[in-house]
């Protein structure tokens, strides 16, 4: 087959898909390229097809080679392993858009595996694997009611960019992914720095219609090269007495539908259930009967939901569509963590710690983007007894993706690391879920990083809102947007639609529609409507913490940061790291030096800190004549006493000024070991160091009368001092005696 190729220009690069040429036995396979970056993609499905799924069973499998960036993996293993976050993130964002367009009848498996191949470092891959794997099964011969795309839409510099390169979204203050038909936008994830919801639906316009442009490019590629497609599977069987069950079941089932919290309202949906189910035994017997019958009440369900809320204005726990349950905000539940929060809405809850660490506690990145570090970091954990159920724990897609959500609601109003040296590690617990835990994973957030001293730029809190529409969601449709929706209205509903900020603007934004598609009206509304939820939220969490503590926990690691000359770093550093890894031995203690001059005390306790940071000075501050310091003697000859006033630096103390009086021995007053205080007298021109004791000095600061003795000997700075050396360059080894002659 001879490669088929169909191009488009967007921002003056030519977006290439092809195929024909590469991964040929697979169902559909398209290799796209966009300046220097290529994604294969590629999709497959079963042989068989199973009658009567009431799921799609797609696998959505991105991942990246490190070859296409020129490196090898770091690490022990030098090959790709398990997928990383970022990867688990791209799958999530090329399923969600496409799973709704598959038919559940078609009853095969699929699997697309779009591969990062080359990058530029410049253009991210991730858009263009969205495209690339819509085409691939576009032009396959899996029923699809494609095409999607993906854009990415940032603001820089005031100006809303599509597809901007990675130095682009760096500089961004609004950075959001798009996804949709030809329709509508059906799903839409990104973060932003306090943008109004105007902005946000300039740039959804503004997506959209590139969006359209891709769709209109897997055309002509289809055009060229599209397989026909293969049949759906119908289905052989028919619901045996289905209208009789429906026509006695629907009034019980509808009355146990509005009743007030979650497990009575599945509790009674269960009993209606197993009522007919035990009435209607014998057919359900036969496995497809049974598969029909479950089907008939989730069918019900939908409709008892939807009608409610269109006809009546009537949620199934009695809210009004603007209402949002009852909040409580507490703080400081845990004795012994840095920071905590339990944070519970209706029926949802979040125990969320924060812990504070150190720079060697930050999340080191190792991708095909390049080595990053990061200080903060937020990790979701949805065990499964907050929802009363018995399952697995670990981290799965769900976690990480509701995890990263959460994290960049917050990100935009912590602290740089300038302004807060810590590292900053938060964990949301789910403790009950029914209804947006990502949501209360950023208010109780929000709330922990306050409780622990996380000087916060600005509080953030967050939604989720629903929408349930009669139609297509388009103009003159009935619709109803719904705040603080429930999970069986994520369930049943439209749309899910979370949106996270402060009182100024949003940073967070996640939405998917299961629908074709919604207007520019129901999103205005949605969007207005969520913004006053918000600021309900906040104010109630207001009411517990609005400010960080004034003090971090006495438990949290105490860092000291300060500036010292750049010339001063290698000394403070020593040959091989020597003097500050003996600083950090001697005052337990970790320190981090920067190329700028910056230098970082990392300790348990305050004292170690401030006792490290006056170390630390001591090496950075050059000695100053007639300064009094508290010096430790180190050596004690019979001429005089070696004194250390300031790591590494030391100077003698001549036995005639040890005392006002004359003494035979210099031990007779000091001894090895002992602290003393110093003054330094003088600094001689061979940079000697010459003390004396400030017993030998009289209450007006001069030398007692036996201290005008000439001692002959001066100290010197051991690390800056010159040294002469063989021809190897070692330094000679001295006495002490040699050395300050």
């Known amino acids: 087959m001879k490669p088929l190729k169909a191009t488009l220009q967007i921002a003056g690069k030519d977006v290439i898909l092809e195929t024909g040429r590469i991964a040929k036995q697979a169902n559909g396979a398209v290799f796209a390229q966009y300046g220097g970056t290529a994604v294969l993609a590629t999709v497959c499905s079963s042989a068989e097809s199973v009658e009567g799924l009431d799921y799609v069973p797609l696998t959505v499998d991105y991942n990246e080679r490190y070859y296409a960036a020129g490196k090898i993996p770091g690490g022990f293993i030098k090959r790709e392993t398990r997928p990383k976050d970022k990867e688990i993130l791209v799958s999530r964002l090329i399923d969600r858009p496409m799973r709704p367009l598959f038919d559940k009848s078609f009853g095969r498996e699929i ?29 396959s011969d899996i029923p699809f009611n494609g095409p999607i795309a993906g854009v990415r839409v940032c603001q820089v510099d005031g100006e809303l960019v599509v597809n901007p390169t990675f130095k682009q979204i760096e500089k961004s203050t609004l950075e959001i992914v798009v996804a949709g038909t030809r329709d509508g936008i059906t799903m839409v994830e990104g973060g932003a720095k306090e943008v109004s919801e105007d902005l946000m639906i300039e740039a959804l316009d503004k997506a959209r219609a590139v969006i359209i442009e891709f769709c209109d490019l ?42 007030p919290t979650k497990f009575e309202r599945h509790d009674g949906a269960k009993a209606v259930k197993t009522e007919f189910a035990a009435k209607y035994s014998g057919q359900l017997e036969d496995e497809n009967q049974k598969k029909l019958f479950n089907a008939l009440f989730e069918e019900m369900e939908y409709e008892i939901l939807r009608s409610g809320i269109l006809d009546n204005g009537r949620r199934v726990d009695g ?32 125990l969320v710690v924060t812990t504070l660490g150190t720079v060697f506690d930050e999340q080191i990145l190792d991708d095909i983007e390049g080595d990053r570090r990061e200080n903060f970091m937020l990790h979701y954990n949805f065990p499964p007894y907050s929802v009363g159920e018995v399952g697995r724990t670990g981290t799965g897609r769900r976690e990480i993706g509701h995890g990263h959500l959460a994290r960049r609601s917050l990100e935009a109003m912590v602290p740089s690391k300038d302004e807060f040296p810590y590292t900053v590690r938060v964990v949301s617990e789910i403790m009950e879920s029914n209804g947006s835990s990502s949501m209360a ?28 529409t009669e139609g297509k969601g388009g103009a003159g449709d009935r619709y109803a947007v719904l705040s603080d929706i429930l999970g069986e209205e994520d369930h049943l509903g439209d749309m899910d639609f979370k949106v996270a900020g402060t009182e100024d603007g ?62 001063k770093i290698g000394a403070l550093i020593g040959p091989g790291g020597k003097n500050i890894k003996a600083l950090c031995e001697q005052y337990s203690v970790k320190i ?52 250390e006033i300031l790591p590494g630096k030391e100077g003698l103390v001549h036995i005639s000024k040890l005392s006002r009086q ?13 602290e003393i205080p110093v003054k330094l007298t003088e600094i001689d021109k061979m940079g000697r160091l010459n003390l004396s004791y400030i017993d030998a000095i009289d209450p007006d600061g001069a030398p007692a009368e036996d201290a005008t003795q000439s001692g002959g000997y001066g100290g010197r700075d051991r690390d800056s001092r010159p040294r002469d050396g063989g021809r190897d360059g070692r330094p000679r080894d001295r006495g002490p005696r040699d050395r300050y002659r």
């Open 592 to 643: 981090n030096t920067e190329d700028d001059g910056t230098v970082t005390i990392f300790a348990k306790n305050s004292q170690d800190a401030e006792d490290a940071k006056v170390a630390v000075l001591g090496i950075a501050t050059d000695p100053e004549p007639g300064r009094v310091y508290h010096g430790t003697v180190k050596r004690i000859m019979d001429f005089g006493a070696f004194v």
């Open 111 to 139: 699997q697309l595996i779009p591969t990062t191949l080359s990058t530029d470092q410049v253009n991210p891959p991730d858009m263009l694997a969205i495209i690339a794997a819509s085409a691939a099964v576009h032009i």
């Open 319 to 350: 809210r009004g569509t603007e209402d949002i349950r009852d909040i409580t905000c507490e703080i400081d539940i845990l004795a012994r963590t840095h920071g905590s929060a339990l944070f519970t809405r209706g029926e949802t809850q979040a």
């Open 506 to 567: 949003i940073t967070g934004f996640q939405m998917d529609i299961k629908i074709a598609g919604v207007s520019t009206e129901i999103m205005r509304k949605a969007l207005d409507q969520a913004k006053r939820g918000r600021l309900h939220i906040l104010s109630i969490m207001n009411r517990t913490i609005n400010r960080p503590a004034e003090a971090i926990s006495e438990y949290a690691p105490k860092i000291l940061a300060m500036h010292i000359d750049i010339d």
């Open 218 to 259: 897997q055309d002509k590629l289809r055009e060229l090269a599209g397989k026909p497609k293969l049949p759906l599977v119908p289905p052989s069987h028919v619901l045996e007495n289905g209208d009789a069950i429906r026509s006695a079941a629907y009034p019980k089932l509808q009355s146990a539908c509005f009743l």
């Open 441 to 468: 994973s950023v208010c109780g957030g929000t709330l922990s990083m306050l409780h622990a001293g996380v000087p916060m730029k600005k509080p953030v809190a967050g939604i989720a809102m629903g929408l349930i």
């Open 662 to 674: 004359r003494i035979s021995s210099v031990t007779e007053v000091l001894k090895e070991g002992q």
